[in-house]
């Protein structure tokens, strides 16, 4: 059996040994470990994302590591999801320092130890299931602590207690990052008609573009939308900004405005950190676009709408959808 008696990121354990080690039960992506009172005493991830060799084509809502930070997609696999069972579990972690191990298979019943992972948000959003039906999904987010590198088993709930203090240090900071808003408009929302499964069907492909070829996937798009001189950034050189254009004379109000946009092929929300982070890299001339495939928190609308700072424009991935839906371009050529 070879119960270990701590873990080691990027080590890798076997299933009985993660099982055994922090008294699981067998099988599912949420594995809580409670006690006889029913209180959780710590939690497992069980993650395959896609370095489990899944094509991304035949799931693009697989769990993904993006950075330090893990997507992973609440259990049940049709109809709408309920945030009952284990996954209520998972939101335990706000309330309560509870250490939760994060694993990602790597075959025959091997998993690599990815590190402690706090609970950063859950929210729902829009997803096609594999019998083309639009249903309701819940998204956790977690950070992945690589550090410390070693987590002894009977340390853990000590060494998580001080994670998650210290990253939650202020509380309204980090409720602001934990709610997810929607930016998008009252046609994605239309229930009699096929706009949000639309809509849905073409985010989800995005994430079959490669990051190069989404960013001029959106410079199509600008030029299309009346933008001229539209240039991607080389990645080496970018600082931040990925794409450069000007507003077409045609505009009397706008015209030759200098226009600069990130691109973020991304499923995890973006946060105000990453728009500060943008707004820095902009010229000093520049309107700024902050362009993501995903979602906003709270905290970053109010950092792009600051009343003493330049407004950032925010664009998500259902708005982005519907804009090149009205306009026609077709992706393919990008895939």
Excluded at 189 to 210: A, H
């Amino acid at each position: 059996m070879n119960i270990v008696t701590e873990f080691r990121v990027d080590e890798f354990y076997t299933n009985d040994q993660i099982r055994f080690s922090l008294e699981l039960e067998n099988l599912g992506g949420i594995r809580p470990s409670v006690s006889s009172q029913r209180v959780l005493r710590h939690l497992a991830i069980m993650t395959a994302a896609e370095e489990s060799g899944k094509l991304l084509s035949d799931n693009p809502y697989q769990d993904r590591i993006e950075g330090d930070i893990l997507l992973y997609t609440a259990q049940g696999r049709e109809g709408d999801q309920q945030l009952t069972g284990r996954n209520k579990r998972l939101i335990e972690q706000y309330s309560v320092p509870v250490p939760f191990y994060g694993f990602i298979n790597v075959g025959r019943q091997t998993y690599r130890f990815l590190g402690l992972l706090e609970l950063l948000r859950h929210y729902q959003e829009l997803q096609i299931d594999k019998r083309k039906t639009l249903r309701k999904v819940w998204l956790f987010e977690f950070r992945i602590h690589r550090q410390p590198e070693v987590v002894p088993i009977e340390q853990a709930s000590i060494i998580s207690a001080n994670i998650l203090a210290e990253a939650r240090g202020n509380l309204h900071l980090v409720e602001n990052e934990r709610e997810v808003v929607e930016l998008s408009t009252d046609e994605t929302r239309t229930e009699d008609s096929s706009m949000p499964f639309e809509i849905e069907e073409l985010r989800s492909r995005f994430f079959q573009i490669s990051p190069y070829n989404f960013e001029h996937l959106i410079k199509n798009l600008m030029e299309h939308s009346g933008f001229i001189d539209v240039s991607v950034t080389s990645a080496s050189a970018d600082g931040g900004i990925d794409i450069n254009g000007y507003v077409d004379k045609s505009n009397d109000f706008f015209s030759g405005t200098h226009v600069q946009a990130q691109v973020k092929r991304w499923r995890h929300a973006v946060g105000s950190v990453e728009i500060n982070k943008f707004r820095g890299a902009l010229s000093t001339t520049a309107k700024g676009i902050f362009i993501t495939t995903s979602h906003y928190t709270r905290a970053s609308i109010s950092e792009a709408n600051h009343i003493s700072k330049p407004c950032i424009t925010l664009i998500d991935g259902s708005r982005l959808s519907l804009m090149i839906i009205k306009i026609g371009l077709t992706i393919e050529n990008f895939i």
